[in-house]
T-cell receptor, first 110, second 114 residues
Framework: TQLLEQSPQFLSIQEGENLTVYCNSS?????LQWYRQEPGEGPVLLVT?????EVKKLKRLTFQFGDARKDSSLHITAAQPGDTGLYLC??????????FGTGTRLQVFP | DAGVTQSPTHLIKTRGQQVTLRCSPK?????VSWYQQALGQGPQFIFQ???????QRGNFPDRFSGHQFPNYSSELNVNALLLGDSALYLC?????????????FGPGTRLTVT
């Protein structure tokens, strides 16, 4: 059974700081998705990465897929309070059955 | 364009009871998946419905069952509730397989079992 570990588990920072969260798999990802979940809401897809070494940018968010496709990182530049939420990585496992990571809970204080 | 909707928003049940949760998919989507998210954890896949049949199932006991209707809406039923069933239940919808595996999630139903 594939296990997705995310680190850190919790992150509390001031507005304007940079941060990186990580997602590591016990096996090779088929592809990798990153989601953000705000309190009282369902997860919202941020990005999908497919190719080893791939880098995607979404405004202040930079997503990187490891060369061996067993790890990924999400870097946020100049964090804002609106970035607060639970960040989840997920592997679609070549189906619509998403396997989610353990999550990183981010709190950005003004 | 309405997104994925779920009802009820919150629910409190007693151990041993049965519960039914409902989901309406995003317009144009015909596939519905259900996930259980315990407090502080990532969602876990329960099962998926397509063309009114269960297409995939996660590692959940038979107490968890579902149904999909001709209009693509879906229900999740849980029998003989246990305290450990307390969680946020998320519904996600997607169009017929496109290879992108992009799913749209509803806001969830918070179930508390006492």
């Amino acid at each position: 059974t594939q296990l997705l570990e995310q680190s850190p588990q919790f992150l509390s920072i001031q507005e304007g700081e940079n941060l990186t969260v990580y997602c590591n798999s016990s096996s090779v990802f088929s592809s990798l998705q990153w989601y953000r979940q705000e309190p009282g809401e369902g997860p919202v897809l941020l990005v999908t990465v497919v190719t080893g070494g791939e880098v995607k940018k979404l405004k202040r968010l930079t997503f990187q897929f490891g060369d061996a496709r067993k790890d990924s990182s999400l870097h946020i530049t100049a964090a804002q309070p609106g970035d607060t939420g639970l960040y989840l990585c997920a592997d679609p496992n070549n189906t619509d059955k998403l396997i989610f990571g353990t999550g990183t809970r981010l709190q950005v204080f003004p | 364009d309405a997104g994925v909707t779920q009802s009820p928003t919150h629910l409190i049940k007693t151990r041993g009871q049965q519960v039914t949760l409902r989901c309406s998919p995003k317009s144009g989507h015909d596939t519905v998946s259900w996930y259980q998210q315990a407090l502080g954890q990532g969602p876990q896949f329960i099962f998926q419905y397509y063309e009114e049949e269960e297409r995939q199932r996660g590692n959940f006991p038979d107490r968890f069952s579902g149904h999909q209707f001709p209009n693509y809406s879906s229900e999740l039923n849980v029998n003989a509730l246990l305290l450990g069933d307390s969680a946020l239940y998320l519904c996600a919808s997607s169009p017929s397989p496109t290879g992108t595996y992009e799913q749209y999630f509803g806001p969830g139903t918070r179930l508390t079992v006492t």
